[in-house]
């Protein structure tokens, strides 16, 4: 069967099943396999791919929804993937088209690599903002670091209601599907107070080599700074994460600590000017694919 039926034939749902398949795919373009970050997505979230005729997936794409079950806010599309063989074909952009098919009206938010922007483009996707990719081994500051000035700690079962509380007031729309599944997808999920309530969390997954800091939610960038230092300092992994580019101050921060400038991304939106709640708490995504 020629490569170019594969624009024709059906899309269907994934499910955890396909988790191989899609670390497959992930690899065959070129990416880290990832199998980790597959099995968590596509239990939070709704897989959508096209099988090969030669095997194996020639497409797949990951959507997770946030808000009301039967009306969500948001839904965040990530790991847009097709097989090099079936690449330049259209196939993308067919993946594309069906999703805004069966999301509508949902609200839609998506982060872009340069490669990925001009077919969102044309899409009617438009660009909102920017993170950047850091990656490295952190060094610490010593104790006379700002950051050793917040105190943090490892987060426990009765600090998730006051997770999900923060999580909702930062993102504009509730998580908890996604949130909830932090504790068994992370290696460490640690927390900030201030007289007993929780200004900030964060979590440090594992990801091939490195482990990712994210999300990063705090009042403040002292208080950011403070949680990332603490995962840091609980890992001999080097660690990797996407920071709004509009926290300056953590940036650079960061890159003073280690931390290496690798890619960048563009945050996209579709159906509204800008996504929901409040940025300036919002330091780093749980990851790009979910925001």
């Given at each position: 069967?020629?490569?170019?039926?594969?624009?024709a034939?059906p899309i269907?749902?994934?499910?955890?099943?396909?988790?191989?398949?899609c670390?497959?795919?992930?690899?065959?373009?070129?990416?880290?396999?990832?199998?980790?970050?597959?099995?968590?997505?596509?239990?939070?979230?709704?897989?959508?791919?096209?099988?090969?005729?030669?095997?194996g997936?020639?497409?797949?794409?990951?959507?997770?929804?946030y808000?009301?079950?039967?009306?969500?806010?948001?839904?965040a599309?990530?790991?847009?993937?097709?097989?090099?063989?079936h690449?330049?074909?259209?196939?993308?952009?067919?993946?594309?088209?069906?999703?805004?098919?069966?999301?509508?009206?949902?609200?839609?938010?998506?982060?872009?690599?340069?490669?990925?922007?001009?077919?969102?483009?044309?899409l009617?996707?438009?660009?909102?903002?920017?993170?950047?990719?850091?990656?490295?081994?952190?060094?610490?500051?010593?104790?006379?670091?700002?950051?050793?000035?917040?105190?943090?700690?490892a987060?426990?079962?009765?600090?998730?209601?006051?997770?999900l509380?923060?999580?909702?007031?930062?993102?504009?729309?509730?998580?908890?599907?996604?949130?909830?599944?932090?504790?068994?997808?992370?290696?460490?999920?640690?927390?900030a107070?201030?007289?007993?309530?929780?200004?900030?969390?964060?979590?440090?997954?594992?990801?091939?080599?490195t482990?990712?800091v994210?999300?990063?939610?705090?009042?403040?960038?002292?208080?950011?700074k403070?949680?990332?230092?603490?995962?840091?300092?609980?890992?001999?992994r080097?660690?990797?994460?996407?920071?709004?580019?509009?926290?300056?101050?953590?940036?650079?921060?960061?890159?003073?600590?280690?931390?290496?400038?690798?890619?960048?991304?563009?945050?996209?939106?579709?159906?509204?000017?800008?996504?929901?709640?409040?940025?300036?708490?919002?330091?780093?995504p749980?990851?790009v694919?979910?925001?």
């Amino acid at each position: 069967m020629p490569t170019h039926s594969l624009a024709a034939l059906p899309i269907r749902r994934l499910t955890l099943r396909d988790r191989i398949a899609c670390a497959d795919l992930s690899e065959d373009r070129g990416w880290p396999r990832e199998e980790h970050k597959w099995g968590f997505l596509l239990s939070a979230g709704t897989g959508y791919g096209i099988d090969s005729p030669e095997g194996g997936l020639g497409a797949a794409c990951v959507v997770t929804e946030y808000g009301p079950q039967d009306r969500p806010d948001l839904g965040a599309i990530g790991m847009v993937l097709v097989a090099e063989r079936h690449a330049r074909q259209g196939v993308g952009r067919r993946l594309m088209r069906h999703l805004l098919s069966v999301l509508s009206p949902t609200p839609l938010t998506l982060h872009a690599t340069p490669n990925g922007l001009p077919l969102y483009e044309e899409l009617g996707f438009k660009v909102t903002g920017r993170a950047e990719m850091l990656r490295g081994r952190f060094t610490p500051a010593g104790s006379d670091g700002p950051e050793s000035r917040i105190a943090t700690r490892a987060a426990t079962a009765e600090d998730l209601t006051g997770i999900l509380r923060l999580d909702e007031e930062v993102f504009g729309t509730d998580r908890t599907p996604l949130i909830t599944r932090l504790p068994a997808f992370a290696d460490q999920l640690r927390v900030a107070q201030d007289n007993g309530r929780i200004i900030g969390y964060a979590a440090a997954w594992p990801n091939m080599d490195t482990q990712v800091v994210g999300p990063l939610i705090a009042q403040d960038p002292e208080t950011a700074k403070a949680l990332l230092a603490s995962l840091a300092a609980r890992t001999d992994r080097p660690l990797r994460t996407d920071i709004d580019v509009r926290h300056e101050e953590l940036l650079s921060w960061a890159k003073a600590r280690g931390l290496e400038y690798c890619a960048s991304n563009s945050v996209m939106t579709y159906g509204i000017a800008e996504l929901p709640g409040d940025w300036t708490r919002r330091f780093a995504p749980l990851t790009v694919a979910a925001g």
